[in-house]
C-alpha cells in the first residue's frame, strides 16, 4: 500500500475572489511545494452558462477548450458565433478574476506574473484512453516536449465547476528533491547537438536546455514506472464541487484521476521572481547535480 504520509494540502478560509479576501503574502508556502486549498471559493456561472458544462462544447480536437493570451483566441471550441462568444466571455472572466486573486495571495509576484492559457476542461478524467506519457492519471511534474520552460515556473489556478457534486480526485506525491534523488541516477545527459536540431526541425517551440531535459526524463521516468505509481509516498485528495486551488505543477507531483468540469489558470514566473528561487525545480537539480543546467 502506498505511504500516505503526504500532507501537503493548505486550507484558507476565502469567500471572495477579490482583493478584500483574507489570505495574502502566502508565497513561501507554495513555494515550499505546498497545495493551496479555498474549499469556499466557487467561480459562479451564471445559469445560462452551465449549459457549457457539457463535452458537445467541444470540437474534439482538443481535451480542453481555452483562451489563448494575449489576443484572448478562443480555441478547441464548437458552436454557433454566439454561443462562442458567451463561451469565451465565461472563461475571460475566470482569467481575470483568477489574476487578480493570484495578485493578492502573492504581492511578491506583483510587476512579473504572466498569464497564460485559461482553459474549461468539460471532459470527465477518469477512462480516457491515452499514452502512457499523456496519462494524467499518473503522478507527474508538469514538463512539455516541445515547449521548454528553461525553469520558468509553473503556476496554475484550478476550480471545480462541477454541478452534479462531483469532487476532482486527485493523487499528490514526494517532495520534489526526494523525487530528483530517486530518478537522477539514471538520466544521462542529452546528446551533443539534440537541442539545435529539435528547433531547427521545428520539434520543439524554442532551443531545449539540460533542465528541461532533465525534467522531460522525470516526468517520462515516473509515468514508466508502475511501481513508483503503486507504491510511492502519496495521498488521495478530493476538490469538492466550488473549491479553487492553487499549486507549483512543475514541482508538485500529481495526478488526476476523475472528475469533470473545471476551470484552469496557467501563469509563467521567472524563477529569479519568487521569493524564495533556492525552492524552484531549476535550483534544486542544480544543487543536486553540482552545476548550472542551461
Given at each position: 500500500?502506498?505511504?500516505?504520509?503526504?500532507?501537503?494540502?493548505?486550507?484558507?478560509?476565502?469567500?471572495?475572489?477579490?482583493?478584500?479576501?483574507?489570505?495574502?503574502?502566502?508565497?513561501?508556502?507554495?513555494?515550499?511545494?505546498?497545495?493551496?486549498?479555498?474549499?469556499?471559493?466557487?467561480?459562479?456561472?451564471?445559469?445560462?452558462?452551465c449549459?457549457?458544462?457539457?463535452?458537445?462544447?467541444?470540437?474534439?480536437?482538443?481535451?480542453?477548450?481555452?483562451?489563448?493570451w494575449?489576443?484572448?483566441?478562443?480555441?478547441?471550441?464548437?458552436?454557433?458565433?454566439?454561443?462562442?462568444?458567451?463561451?469565451?466571455?465565461?472563461?475571460?472572466?475566470?482569467?481575470?478574476?483568477?489574476?487578480?486573486?493570484a495578485?493578492?495571495?502573492?504581492?511578491?509576484?506583483?510587476?512579473?506574473?504572466?498569464?497564460?492559457?485559461?482553459?474549461?476542461?468539460?471532459?470527465?478524467?477518469?477512462?480516457?484512453?491515452?499514452?502512457?506519457?499523456?496519462?494524467?492519471?499518473?503522478?507527474?511534474v508538469?514538463?512539455?516536449?516541445?515547449?521548454?520552460?528553461?525553469?520558468?515556473?509553473?503556476?496554475?489556478?484550478?476550480?471545480?465547476?462541477?454541478?452534479s457534486?462531483?469532487?476532482?480526485?486527485?493523487?499528490?506525491?514526494?517532495?520534489?528533491?526526494?523525487?530528483?534523488?530517486?530518478?537522477?541516477?539514471?538520466i544521462?545527459?542529452?546528446?551533443?547537438?539534440?537541442?539545435?536540431?529539435?528547433?531547427?526541425?521545428?520539434?520543439?517551440?524554442?532551443?531545449?536546455?539540460?533542465?528541461?531535459?532533465?525534467?522531460?526524463?522525470?516526468?517520462?521516468?515516473?509515468?514508466?514506472?508502475?511501481?513508483?505509481q503503486?507504491?510511492?509516498?502519496?495521498?488521495?485528495?478530493?476538490?469538492?464541487?466550488?473549491?479553487?486551488?492553487?499549486?507549483?505543477?512543475?514541482?508538485?507531483?500529481?495526478?488526476?484521476?476523475?472528475?469533470?468540469?473545471?476551470?484552469?489558470?496557467?501563469?509563467?514566473?521567472?524563477?529569479?521572481?519568487?521569493?524564495?528561487?533556492?525552492?524552484?525545480?531549476?535550483?534544486?537539480?542544480?544543487?543536486?547535480?553540482?552545476?548550472?543546467?542551461?
Amino acid at each position: 500500500m502506498p505511504d500516505t504520509r503526504v500532507d501537503i494540502v493548505r486550507e484558507f478560509p476565502d469567500t471572495r475572489w477579490g482583493d478584500d479576501g483574507p489570505t495574502r503574502g502566502v508565497e513561501a508556502v507554495l513555494e515550499d511545494g505546498n497545495v493551496l486549498s479555498f474549499p469556499q471559493l466557487p467561480f459562479a456561472l451564471a445559469e445560462v452558462e452551465c449549459r457549457f458544462l457539457d463535452e458537445r462544447w467541444a470540437d474534439g480536437k482538443a481535451k480542453n477548450i481555452s483562451l489563448r493570451w494575449p489576443g484572448g483566441e478562443l480555441r478547441g471550441a464548437a458552436g454557433t458565433r454566439r454561443d462562442l462568444a458567451e463561451l469565451q466571455a465565461l472563461i475571460a472572466r475566470f482569467a481575470e478574476l483568477s489574476e487578480a486573486f493570484a495578485l493578492r495571495l502573492f504581492p511578491h509576484y506583483r510587476g512579473h506574473l504572466r498569464r497564460g492559457n485559461t482553459s474549461l476542461r468539460p471532459t470527465q478524467v477518469a477512462g480516457r484512453v491515452t499514452s502512457w506519457r499523456k496519462d494524467d492519471t499518473r503522478l507527474h511534474v508538469d514538463a512539455f516536449p516541445s515547449n521548454p520552460m528553461h525553469g520558468t515556473r509553473l503556476l496554475r489556478v484550478f476550480c471545480n465547476v462541477n454541478t452534479s457534486g462531483q469532487p476532482r480526485e486527485w493523487r499528490v506525491g514526494e517532495p520534489f528533491a526526494a523525487h530528483a534523488r530517486r530518478y537522477l541516477p539514471s538520466i544521462t545527459r542529452p546528446l551533443p547537438g539534440s537541442a539545435w536540431l529539435m528547433n531547427a526541425l521545428g520539434i520543439t517551440k524554442r532551443r531545449r536546455t539540460e533542465y528541461d531535459h532533465v525534467m522531460l526524463q522525470l516526468h517520462d521516468h515516473a509515468k514508466a514506472d508502475l511501481e513508483f505509481q503503486r507504491s510511492s509516498p502519496q495521498a488521495r485528495v478530493d476538490f469538492a464541487p466550488g473549491t479553487t486551488w492553487v499549486v507549483y505543477s512543475d514541482q508538485v507531483l500529481h495526478a488526476a484521476m476523475a472528475g469533470q468540469h473545471m476551470l484552469e489558470q496557467t501563469f509563467y514566473l521567472d524563477v529569479e521572481h519568487l521569493q524564495r528561487p533556492e525552492t524552484s525545480p531549476l535550483r534544486t537539480l542544480e544543487h543536486l547535480l553540482r552545476r548550472p543546467l542551461r
